[in-house]
């Protein structure tokens, strides 16, 4: 017994700060002392198998090996774990801490405390990133270990399964937007759970992904119900050609194309001379409603009709390219377009489709497609 130990273990428990005593082996006398007058111990820095039933340990570092805890972190860490196993590289595994991700930059000696206590060994798990390197491949068999983890997805008519990046940094957000490419299923229309209880939208922000993760060999089966979707109420506003403004309710899950052809129906205006604006939310007709950065079930929208021009450019030995123009009124005449295809090539350009005159009107063209024939070019305008 070190003389005044008694008084020494009662003014620690006092102190502002916590001291700790940093030793290879829990089982020397320093240890034993230590523990006496009330100060901890920390030992090493242990990597383990990411499957709680699996006692592999890749590697247990002792602090003596490590240049201080202050310049440790996680780089220097997997470099210590490829030194012993040869097969893996740093940069295609990273190390987890209560099923989180630590970071290149964090200290590991604050990760020793936890709560009000202060661990004699820190215990990291092993993730492995996806990588087809033989040496990799080798390791991650020989230890039972894989990037990916299956997901089984189960609804009223029947289930299916995918393959999903293992990991702390996996969310249900990845997840909802398997079931999307495989099933085309919205994603805010999805109700997931597990054990008969939901699986919130924030689950990213639990542990309930990453612990599904954690589980080797297992995969996660999840029970899917399908939300019923919105009906959208879409003004399709009065033009010219359009006697009174269209009034349009439609399922949030149909696609623009389907859109389309409804406004067709109900204005008379043939579907492939339907051009909606803003165009960029319909730029695609397969595209479903709900992804057209609406924000609320209330929309108006403006409809323009259009005429399709065909360009034989002569210049570049005969290229014909297909284009779209907006008719803006019911006045605007053939001769109009012609003046402004013209202008915009900034060449000779001659209509080449028969029976048409200038005085046309661009309204009264229906499907028909023009050709102007464009020679000359002085230059072009991009």
Not at 3 to 16: C, D, S, T
Not at 54 to 77: M, Q, V
Request: net charge negative.
């Amino acid at each position: 017994m070190i003389e005044g130990e008694g008084n020494l273990a009662e003014n620690l428990k006092v102190l502002p700060v916590k001291l700790v005593v940093q030793v290879d082996d829990p089982k020397t006398e320093l240890s034993e002392r230590a523990k006496q007058i009330g100060l901890s111990c920390i030992r090493s820095v242990v990597i383990k198998h990411p499957d709680p039933e699996n006692p592999t340990i890749f590697y247990d570092c002792p602090l003596s090996k490590l240049e201080g805890l202050l310049e440790t972190n996680e780089k220097e860490l997997k470099r210590l774990l490829a030194e012993q196993h040869q097969d893996i590289s740093p940069e295609d595994v990273c190390l987890l801490h209560n099923r989180d991700s630590i970071t290149s930059t964090k200290n590991i000696e604050d990760l020793f405390i936890e709560g009000d206590s202060i661990q004699e060994t820190l215990e990291l798990t092993l993730e492995i990133k996806p990588n087809e390197e033989e040496g990799m491949q080798r390791f991650c068999q020989k230890y039972d270990l894989s990037p990916y983890k299956q997901v089984i997805i189960k609804f009223l008519t029947g289930e299916f399964s995918f393959d999903i990046l293992s990991g702390a940094n996996t969310t249900i957000g990845q997840i909802k937007d398997e079931i999307y490419k495989a099933k085309s299923i919205p994603i805010h229309l999805q109700q997931l759970y597990h054990e008969n209880i939901e699986v919130p939208n924030d689950a990213q922000n639990s542990t309930f992904i990453a612990q599904m993760m954690m589980i080797s060999g297992k995969p996660i089966t999840l029970n899917l119900i399908v939300k019923p979707a919105q009906t959208f109420k879409i003004y399709v506003k009065k033009d010219y050609y359009l006697n009174e403004q269209l009034e349009i309710e439609i399922l949030e899950t149909a696609t623009i194309l389907d859109f389309k052809e409804e406004i067709s129906v109900r204005s008379g205006v043939p579907l492939k001379l339907i051009k909606i604006f803003p165009d960029r939310c319909f730029d695609d007709d397969s595209k479903p409603l709900w992804d057209c950065y609406f924000h609320k079930t209330n929309y108006k929208i403006w409809l323009y009709k259009i005429v399709i021009v065909l360009i034989d450019d002569q210049i570049y030995e005969g290229v014909v390219k297909r284009e779209e123009y907006i008719i803006e009124n019911k006045t605007e005449t053939l001769g109009k377009l012609h003046k402004k295809i013209s202008r915009r090539y900034i060449s000779n350009v001659s209509l080449k489709s028969k029976g048409l005159k200038s005085n046309t009107l661009l309204n009264d063209l229906g499907e028909t497609e023009i050709t102007f024939v464009v020679t000359n070019r002085i230059c072009s305008v991009m």
